[in-house]
């Protein structure tokens, strides 16, 4: 909607005054879940970028290792935010991973619009 569009321009600016490119879609960061809840929702709004780009004033470059994750599609018929990361959260425990409270919901725009909830785990 509205505020997809508005990240979407106000991210494409950021990176080509930077010097880069966005290589893919819209990212929410959860850096800590426990944090969160009815009243109060810490995120960063990010995009993944092709190279390093220059400083931007009011924005940041951060650099991520490669992430093991679990994740699951969100389809707002049938699910509900909190349930969501309830069930990976479950899924990750049956599974033996260790959550390390990271979070990511990926918002997919290019061909099919879809959105992805991504639980941060380690063995």
Do not use: C, M
């Not at 969100?74 to 959550?99: C, H, I, K, M, Y």
Request: charged share 20%.
């Amino acid at each position: 909607g509205r505020l997809q569009g508005l990240a979407q321009a106000t991210g494409t600016a950021a990176v080509r005054r930077g010097g880069a490119r966005l290589a893919g879609p819209l990212t929410l960061v959860f850096p800590d879940l426990t944090a969160n809840d009815e009243n109060r929702v810490k995120l960063e709004v990010s995009f993944p970028i092709n190279n390093s780009a220059a400083s931007v004033s009011g924005y940041t470059v951060s650099r991520r290792e490669q992430q093991q994750v679990l994740r699951v599609p969100f389809d707002t018929q049938r699910n509900d935010v909190e349930g969501t990361w309830r069930a990976l959260l479950s899924a990750a425990l049956t599974q033996g991973f260790t959550p390390t409270g990271e979070g990511y919901v990926v918002i997919h725009t290019r061909g099919t619009s879809s959105t992805e909830y991504q639980l941060v785990v380690t063995d």
